[in-house]
């Protein structure tokens, strides 16, 4: 069983700056697409941006040009840096990964816990 565990979440004032990270742990054969998605309170999950394997990235617009999205493959490990924050990117963030393990062999998404960003003063 593949886990993905977020870090980083936490309180900033608009205009800050923060980074989010995702690690998946397990006997991993391969990763494919890693992704952020949000959620806030009484809205659907959302995607926020994602990156595949060979760095390929894509953002939801609402968050071009402040956010970026990397991995690093050694790490099993994906970020999320986060600028010029406001108070609308308040929600749960999420990762997700398409994770194949070496029992099976066949890749699954599989979520993490979620971890809180709060933008406000």
């Known amino acids: 069983q593949v886990q993905l565990v977020e870090s980083g979440g936490g309180l900033v004032q608009p205009g800050g700056s923060l980074r989010l990270s995702c690690v998946a742990s397990g006997t991993i054969f391969g990763i494919n697409i890693m992704a952020w998605y949000r959620q806030s309170p009484g809205k659907q999950r959302d995607l926020v941006a994602y990156?595949?394997?060979?760095?390929?990235?894509d953002y939801v617009e609402s968050v071009k040009g402040r956010f970026t999205i990397s991995r690093d493959n050694a790490k099993n490990t994906v970020y999320l840096q986060m600028n010029s924050l406001k108070p609308e990117d308040t929600a749960v963030y999420f990762c997700n990964a398409d994770v194949a393990m070496y029992s099976d062999m066949r890749f699954r998404h599989y979520w993490g816990q979620g971890t809180q960003v709060t933008v406000s003063s």
């Open positions: 990156v595949e394997n060979d760095g390929t990235t």
